[in-house]
């Protein structure tokens, strides 16, 4: 190894060739001459943030989204009070967050193909992603080496809920309520899966048993309003708006605005006394 002394501004001064140098190959779309231009900057001068935000942008799109993530936090702080390494940052994070999630997920598969975390959380993503086709089959994998997860069997009941399957959807929340008869989650889905097959007393007792359980459940008290007032029982309906209203009038308020489910209510007095200030809104939007 040579001892000779390396001169740190001729070091800065090449560092600075080699971004310029990387920036150009960028511009022309040569993406690998370029990173390997931006790496050597970064070797003579490791303190020098520009090249790191450059060599950051193009591992991104290049896949390599740890190292990427990894370079963007390493030019914020070298200079942390440059507002540009914060902007690419967040169009980083806004524009491939989901993708590099799905990537590190897959990632962590790969290492351990019996991880079940690393399943689950790549089907609750693609869930999100209304990628349901995929999801369904890491829900299962997932499923398959941890079936006495109840939040687990809960997200798949959901998806098979969004798939129409609704049969399956309420024989795997049955499961996870007769497991936890306390989960106030299982049981306001097994209300709204019971709800879309036409089952109301079912549904109604579900949301009820749920709000036993958590008084604040502002969905379930909105949702148990809506089914009594499609069914014309204007007196428990108006009684369950009531709670949602005490809850949360703002976002009730909205709701109503434009649910069809209470256009039977909304001539009733005591509705139009219920919602208030707002009540000329609510009772003439439809």
């Known amino acids: 190894m040579s001892s000779r002394h390396r ?17 150009q190959l960028a511009e022309r779309g040569w993406r690998e001459e370029a990173i390997r231009e931006f790496r050597r900057a970064v070797e003579l001068d490791p303190m020098y943030p520009a090249p790191r935000d ?24 070298l200079d942390p009070d440059h507002p540009e390494g914060y902007l690419r940052l967040a169009d ?16 962590a598969q790969a290492l351990d193909p019996g991880y079940p975390e690393a ?55 049955k499961q996870v309520v007769a497991r936890q008869p306390e989960d106030a989650e299982a049981i306001s889905d097994l209300g709204i899966a019971y709800a879309s097959k036409g089952f109301r007393e079912m549904a109604a007792d579900a949301w009820r048993r749920a709000l036993a359980l958590d008084p604040g459940r502002l969905e379930d008290q909105y949702n148990l309003a809506a089914l009594y007032a499609v069914g014309g029982d204007s007196d428990p309906a108006l009684e369950a708006l009531g709670r949602a209203l005490a809850l949360n009038a703002d976002r009730v ?8 489910k209470f256009d039977k209510l909304r001539q009733d007095p005591r509705f139009v006394d219920l919602c208030g200030e707002q009540r000329t809104a609510v009772v003439d939007s439809k």
């Not at 001169?7 to 920036?23: F, K, T, V």
């Open 7 to 23: 001169d740190p501004l001729q070091d800065s001064a090449r560092a600075q060739s080699h971004n310029e140098r990387g920036i």
């Open 54 to 77: 450059n060599l950051a942008a193009l591992l991104a799109e290049s896949g390599e989204f740890l190292e990427s993530l990894r370079e963007y936090l390493s030019a914020i702080d």
């Open 92 to 107: 980083f994070l806004a524009l491939r967050a989901t993708v590099a999630a799905e990537e590190l997920y897959s990632r």
């Open 119 to 173: 399943r689950t959380g790549l089907a609750l993503l693609l869930h999100e992603e209304g990628r349901l086709s995929e999801a369904r089959e890491q829900y299962e994998a997932a499923l398959a080496m941890d079936g006495d997860d109840p939040d687990l069997r809960r997200a798949y009941a959901r998806l098979l809920y969004d798939l129409g399957e609704m049969n399956q959807a309420v024989s795997e929340l």
């Open 253 to 260: 308020l909205e709701w109503l605005r434009d649910d069809g």
